[in-house]
T-cell receptor, first 114, second 113 residues
């Protein structure tokens, strides 16, 4: 299965700033996704990152807050904009490989907003 | 719409004892079912999956799960746990592809010596 690298692995950010998380996959994958895991909670799908076009957002998530790019089949970024303490979470990149209905996750990016 | 309920938020067991982590799902169509494990400060790792075929699926680290369509359950079992199995376990369901999965709230498995 694909190997996913995320950076930064963790960061402490100030309220009102924005942070971009990068996700690199070691092989071409059909689909990429961004999940959020709030402290002590389960995973919630933010959006599907579409190559070369706008991401598809789930209910409760909007592009202005979480802009996503996917310029090619192996790379995606998630920006958390105008952060508030409520955005403190682990953000996980995941990918679905061609022909395999198996989701692979990165190690996550732990953001703390002060 | 799909949903998942993990019936136990915390499961403490002694080493070498058997364990069952319970998961029930709700969906109006056929589903794919997954169990993931998350060790501290790490991402999620797939333990096992049910896509079709045999209802008893075996995964890594000696875990297995049984898909029961009539009871809409997908319970995870291991006959003898190790200290290293201490982790958070997530059940997930998808009506389409694994990427658009709905996750349960997780079960914390703590294995004591």
């Amino acid at each position: 299965s694909a190997v996913i690298s995320q950076k930064p692995s963790r960061d402490i950010c100030q309220r009102g700033t924005s942070l971009t998380i990068q996700c690199q996959v070691d092989s071409q994958v059909t689909m990429m996704f961004w999940y959020r895991q709030q402290p002590g909670q389960s995973l919630t799908l933010i959006a599907t990152a579409n190559q070369g076009s706008e991401a598809t957002y789930e209910s409760g998530f909007v592009i202005d807050k979480f802009p996503i790019s996917r310029p090619n089949l192996t790379f995606s970024t998630l920006t958390v904009s105008n952060m508030s303490p409520e955005d403190s979470s682990i953000y996980l990149c995941s990918a679905l490989s061609s022909g395999a209905n198996v989701l692979t996750f990165g190690a996550g990016s732990r953001l703390t907003v002060l | 719409a799909q949903s998942v309920t993990q019936l136990d938020s915390q499961v403490p067991v002694f080493e070498e004892a058997p364990v069952e982590l319970r998961c029930n799902y709700s969906s109006s169509v056929s589903v794919y079912l997954f169990w993931y494990v998350q060790y501290p400060n790490q991402g999620l790792q797939l333990l096992l999956k049910y896509l079709s075929g045999s209802t008893l699926v075996k995964g890594i680290n000696g875990f297995e799960a049984e898909f029961n369509k009539s009871q809409t359950s997908f319970h995870l079992r291991k006959p003898s746990v190790h200290i290293s199995d201490t982790a958070e376990y997530f059940c997930a369901v998808s009506e389409t592809n694994a990427g658009k999965s709905t996750f349960g709230d997780g079960t914390t498995l703590t294995v004591k010596p």
